[in-house]
Nanobody
Framework: QVQLVESGGGLVQPGGSLGLSCAASGFIFSIYTMAWYRQFPGKQRELVATITSSGTTNYADSVKGRFRISRDNAKNTVYLQMSSMKPEDTAVYYC????????????WGQGTQVTVSS
């Protein structure tokens, strides 16, 4: 059974940093392009960053230069390091397969809430 468990969210001040983790299980993590998404209240999830099995990364323009996605295939974990955070980064963050690379993705985990506020 596939599980995606996000963690690391919390409250951070504008300009601060926060790191998220997503532990995956139930599939061959190392061969898939993974992604982080975020969802604002009342909006659809948006793609934030992707990382291929070999480590090639891509970012949404809104986070480019501030966020960094990485993965540890030995730990079946994908990470999102966020810095220079803005109030508009406030959202629930999720990980999953890259929706642009596959015809279907897995069921969503519970996500982790990130709030940027002073």
């Amino acid at each position: 059974q596939v599980q995606l468990v996000e963690s690391g969210g919390g409250l951070v001040q504008p300009g601060g940093s926060l790191g998220l983790s997503c532990a995956a299980s139930g599939f061959i993590f190392s061969i898939y392009t993974m992604a982080w998404y975020r969802q604002f209240p009342g909006k659809q999830r948006e793609l934030v960053a992707t990382i291929t099995s070999s480590g090639t990364t891509n970012y949404a323009d809104s986070v480019k230069g501030r966020f960094r996605i990485s993965r540890d295939n030995a730990k079946n974990t994908v990470y999102l390091q966020m810095s220079s955070m803005k109030p508009e980064d406030t959202a629930v963050y999720y990980c999953n397969l890259d929706v642009k690379s596959y015809s279907s993705i897995y069921s969503w985990g519970q996500g982790t809430q990130v709030t940027v506020s002073s």
